[in-house]
Structures are given as structure tokens and as C-alpha cells.
């Protein structure tokens, strides 16, 4: 759960040989994690904040660890399996990033390409290009800021009509924007893909990425069979759980439209630098320049964790949630899929914080010696940011244009208790003359966070985050 981030400056690909490299051996879990794994996975049933989960590990280059809990379904009673099938959400985006690299390299289509290529009747987005749609900086409005389009996603729509309406509001998008997660990006970027390929989007990576990886229970909602051992879908109803309601799949497509398992996408994990070639890789990881606060590359948050890169994507649709987070470099990766949304509140199981405390067993944090002046540093800006009292002449202009008081008032630091501990992980000097420091924090109402805090060259603070 990401709570802060310093506004992005000189972006740094995130430069890699390969993901997660295949090994010949095979590599097994070790037991004390694996069980560690299970007790974890077991004690999000037993607080009942899920009906079930789906944990699948790959480790040098394999998959090493790969189970179901609790129910698939619970009219009937089904259990959950490492082959069960979800709604996957926001992970569908990596994959279509993935096919217009793949349309790239063949030629059938350019990065700086406009819409107007192939759209063009589409006229107040002519101008964005086919990177800016992948990067979510084009600038378009939010499908409910646009008078005309259906808010409810149970409900069909169509990309024209979202085309029209868009033109009819006269909402001309301001290209290179700040990041913005929108799902027409991603929407129109499986249209293109279709436009540039001649072939459905669903047949297009079916050819291209799901039979060559042996993915076989991978496709896209509405274009095949859902299994009817699949994962239905939950979300709260008072203290317990009800069937979520279906969306409708236009409103997915190359968004939020992939059903998979997390077999399937340890596979995905493991060959997708071999598939894209290094450079694909190589760009899908690589942050925007102008993605303001969060940094994004292609269908993946780009980020850092315990000093070292960490790429990560998660998704949530009525009645699922997933994550799928690699740390490149140490070649792990972890995939956690849920089948209970938190779309109408209550406690639910968060996949990212999941997936935090399992990369925390397979790859523990370092302890670092930091200064105690830098300690006590960051400690006093926890609590600056939980009483809301913000001395602006300690931060940098970008990072305090940043850190409104609307954004203090969303993220409320205050409820989580009182500061119980703060254990120095690494630090680190980045090529921009920031320097960044990573802890592991605890509070006295729960939870445990990784914390960062970033100073600047001349010693103001250029970034703050608390991550589950």
C-alpha cells in the first residue's frame, strides 16, 4: 500500500541482463520458509478476510513454491488450487505492454505512433502517442469525468462511444501529463494492438505469448471459456462475504480482462525476458520522465526495496485482487492472488502486503548502520506526518508541491498508532545527489512498513513512503 512517494526526477532504467533467469537445477523451498508461507496464507482465512488465495513463488529461475487456500467457490464448497483460474485486474496491463513491444519490434507499429494513426476520428486525443497511453501520461480524463459513459462496469460499453463522448466534451488531453492510472489507456492500447496485428487482442497474445510459454490457462474474460472451477468472485456484505457482481468485459479488455493462475504466471515470470528480448524488458522497466509521483514504467511500478530494484504490479476488479512483485536482481518473484475485493469495505486480504512479508522471508533485509542523527531524522517526520505538522522549509520545492495538505489529510498516519520501533535496512546514493534511506517500522495499532525517507543534496527531504 503505497502512502507516499517523492515526485520523480531524472528517470534510470532499470537495466537487466534478463528477469529471472532459468537455472538447470532445480531449487526447492526451503521448509521452515514454506512453512512460514502456509501459516501466513492461513491466517488471512482464519481472520476472515478472504475466501481464498492462490501464493505461487519462482525462485532462480523455477517455480518453487506454488499453493491454494480456503475456497475457489463457496456454493458449492470448491477448493482453492494452483490451477484455479482469477480475474488477474491491473496485471492484464504488463501483458499488453508486452504486445505492443512485440508489434515494435516486428515493425507493425512505432512507440511515438499517434492515435490519430489508428483512430482518427478520435480527435481530441490525435496527438497522444502509443508510449503515453503505456506509461498512463496521456493526459486523457477518467471514464467518469466524460458526461455520457455508463459508471456502472456492469454495464457494456463501446471504445467509439468513449471516443465520441470524449470528443463531445471537448476534453483535449494534455499529453506528458504526471502518471495517471486510467483505465482508457490500457483499453485503447488493446485496441491498437488489435488495429496493428489484424487479430483480436485475445488471439494476438495467445499466438504470441500463452501458447509459446505453455500458459493454458490464460485468456482474456469474454473471448473464451472461463473454467467452472474458476475463482468466483467475493466481496463484503456486512461481516461476511456475497457474490461480487460480474463486469462487464468491455469495460477490461487489455486493462483488467486477464484470467490466469498462478502457475501461468510464474511461467510468465520466469521466460518473459527470454520472449520480449532484453530490450522490451529492458524498456517496460524503465520509469517515465514525467511520471510525477509514482514511478511507472510500462504495465509496472518501478521501485526499490532493501537497496535493490523491485518491480511490481497489482489489480483489483469486483471480486478479486492480485499482485505479482520480482525483485530482479536476487531473481525472485511472488504472485498472490485473492478472491474477495474490497470494493465496499471491511477487511480484506491486501495481496502487496502479502507479498511484502514473503519477499521479507525469501530475501531478508540487511541491517544497516546509519548515523543516529539520520535516525532520529526519520523518526521525527513519522511523527510530523502523523500530527499533519509540516515544516515546508525542510523540503524540497518539487517534493513539497507534492505533499499537499489533501494528500496529508487521505493518508492518515495518526490512526496508526504510535511509533514502536525503526530498524535500519540500507542507504544508498542515487545519481540525482539524493540520498536513500530504508527502515522497517512498526506501530503500537499494528502493522508492520517499510519506510523510506530521502534527503536531498543540500539536506531538505525529497521523499517519504510507507509501503506495506
Not at 506454488?66 to 467457490?73: D, E, K, L, M, Y
Not at 512485440?102 to 502509443?130: E, I, Y
Not at 513519522?382 to 489533501?406: H, K, N, Q, V, W
Request: glycine share 8%; net charge negative; aromatic share 8%.
Amino acid at each position: 500500500m503505497r502512502r507516499w512517494a517523492r515526485p520523480l526526477g531524472v528517470a534510470q532504467a532499470v537495466l537487466l541482463a534478463c528477469a529471472l533467469p532459468a537455472q538447470a537445477d532445480a531449487v526447492a523451498l526451503a521448509p521452515a520458509i514454506s512453512g512460514q508461507i502456509d501459516s501466513l496464507a492461513k491466517d488471512q482465512l482464519h481472520a476472515g478476510r478472504t475466501v481464498g488465495l492462490a501464493v505461487g513463488i519462482v525462485q532462480d529461475g523455477h517455480l518453487v513454491y506454488a499453493q491454494g487456500f480456503g475456497f475457489a467457490s463457496l456454493s458449492p464448497h470448491v477448493p482453492m488450487t494452483t490451477d484455479t483460474e482469477f480475474y488477474v485486474g491491473g496485471l492484464t496491463m504488463q501483458f499488453t505492454a508486452a504486445a505492443i513491444l512485440l508489434l515494435a519490434q516486428d515493425g507493425k507499429l512505432h512507440l511515438d505512433d499517434r492515435l490519430s494513426r489508428f483512430f482518427p476520428a478520435f480527435h481530441a486525443a490525435a496527438n497522444v502517442s502509443v508510449e503515453q497511453l503505456l506509461t498512463q501520461t496521456s493526459g486523457l480524463p477518467q471514464p467518469s469525468q466524460v458526461p455520457g459513459l455508463p459508471n456502472d462496469f456492469t454495464r457494456p460499453v463501446k471504445l467509439t462511444d468513449v471516443f465520441t463522448a470524449i470528443d463531445r466534451k471537448g476534453a483535449t488531453p494534455s499529453p506528458d501529463a504526471a502518471y495517471a492510472n486510467n483505465p482508457l489507456n490500457y483499453l485503447i492500447a488493446g485496441a491498437i494492438v488489435e488495429r496493428a496485428s489484424g487479430l483480436p487482442l485475445s488471439d494476438y497474445l495467445q499466438q504470441h505469448i500463452f501458447i509459446p510459454l505453455v500458459m493454458n490457462h490464460t485468456f482474456l474474460a469474454g473471448d473464451s471459456g472461463i473454467s467452472p472451477t474458476h475463482a468466483a468472485g467475493y466481496t463484503r456484505g456486512g461481516r461476511d462475504f456475497r457474490a461480487a457482481p460480474v463486469w462487464d468485459p468491455s469495460w477490461l479488455g487489455g486493462y483488467a480482462g486477464l484470467v490466469s493462475t498462478v502457475n501461468d504466471l510464474a511461467k510468465w515470470d520466469i521466460e518473459m525476458p527470454i520472449l520480449l528480448r532484453v530490450d522490451a524488458v529492458r524498456t517496460m522497466f524503465s520509469p517515465s520522465a514525467k511520471n510525477g509521483p509514482t514511478s511507472y514504467g510500462m504495465g509496472w511500478v518501478i521501485d526499490r526495496r532493501g537497496g535493490k530494484d523491485f518491480v511490481w504490479s497489482n489489480g483489483e476488479i469486483s471480486g478479486y485482487r492480485a499482485t505479482n512483485a520480482l525483485l530482479p536482481q536476487q531473481h525472485v518473484g511472488v504472485i498472490v492472488l485473492s478472491n474477495a475485493d474490497s470494493l465496499n469495505g471491511g477487511p480484506v486480504t491486501v495481496p502487496e502486503a502479502v507479498a511484502a512479508q514473503i519477499l521479507d522471508s525469501l530475501v531478508p533485509p540487511t541491517n544497516a548502520r546509519l548515523d543516529n542523527a539520520v535516525i532520529a531524522r526519520a523518526k521525527e517526520w513519522i511523527a510530523r506526518l502523523g500530527s499533519r505538522r509540516i515544516d515546508r522549509s525542510e523540503l524540497t520545492p518539487a517534493f513539497s508541491a507534492y505533499l499537499t495538505d489533501d494528500v496529508l489529510a487521505q493518508e492518515n498516519v495518526q490512526a496508526f498508532g504510535t511509533l514502536t520501533s525503526i530498524v535500519p535496512l540500507s542507504s544508498e546514493t542515487e545519481e540525482n545527489g539524493d540520498t536513500r534511506y530504508e527502515f522497517l517500522v512498526r506501530f503500537s495499532h499494528g502493522g508492520r512498513y517499510h519506510y523510506t525517507f530521502e534527503t536531498a543534496a543540500d539536506g531538505k527531504v525529497d521523499g517519504l513512503e510507507l509501503t506495506a
